[in-house]
Every structure is written in C-alpha cells, then in structure tokens.
C-alpha cells in the first residue's frame, strides 16, 4: 500500500558531495517517521538518519555534521544531502517509512547505490 523509491546514487570522489531523493507513493497518510539505512558487502546495516513528521531529526555519528536529511512539505519526498563523502560511506542506501495507522510495519526501497572512489 506504500512504496518507496530511491534515487540519486551514483559515483563520486572521496571529498565530494551527493544528494540521494526517495519518494513515497500509494496510502502515504499511513506513514509517520522515515529515514535512511545503509548497507555494505561484509558489514552489519546501519541507522543513517531519520526524520520525523515535526521535522526533527537524527543522525548517526559517523555522518554526524557532514549529512543531512530534509523532506518536502507534504512529507511525500526525502532527500539525504551529503557532504564530505568518504570511502567508508560506500554502501547501498535505503530509504525506510514507519507505518503508523493500523498494523506498525517498515517499508523499505529497494535501494540505491553510493561508491566513494577516487
């Protein structure tokens, strides 16, 4: 009933910057927080950052200070800008919704792939 799709992955330089748009679409009323997960070959998938309907937000420390996370006004559109992009942020970012009406669940994307490289 919702769906989530990523875009704005790409290649880019160690030092350069990104913005990675998900877009929700179908019964997004359902839907209250949303964020970003990452996930790399070999390593556990983490927390990027989230967003909440109030506009508030929270980040991992890794990328504390170098991204952030926004949302359009009707809440239906959420970017990840990043900055100061690192080998180490090379991963397959997903963007995620909690729903909130009805029976709690995640959506998730499919994905969308970052490499860091020079």
């Known amino acids: 009933q919702v769906q989530l799709e990523e875009s704005g992955g790409g290649f880019v330089e160690p030092g350069g910057s990104l913005r990675l748009s998900c877009t929700a679409s179908?019964?997004?009323?359902?839907?209250?927080?949303m964020g970003w997960h990452r996930q790399a070959p070999g390593k556990q998938r983490e927390l990027v950052a989230t967003i909440l309907n109030s506009g508030d937000t929270n980040y991992a420390d890794s990328v504390k200070g170098r991204f952030t996370i926004s949302g359009s006004n009707d809440k239906n559109t959420v970017y990840l800008q990043m900055s100061d992009l690192e080998p180490e942020d090379t991963a397959a970012y997903y963007c995620?919704?909690?729903?909130?009406?009805?029976?709690?669940?995640?959506?998730w994307g499919q994905g969308t792939q970052v490499t860091v490289s020079l």
């Open positions: 995620t919704a909690q729903k909130i009406w009805g029976t709690p669940r995640d959506y």
């Open positions: 179908g019964y997004v009323a359902s839907i209250g927080p």
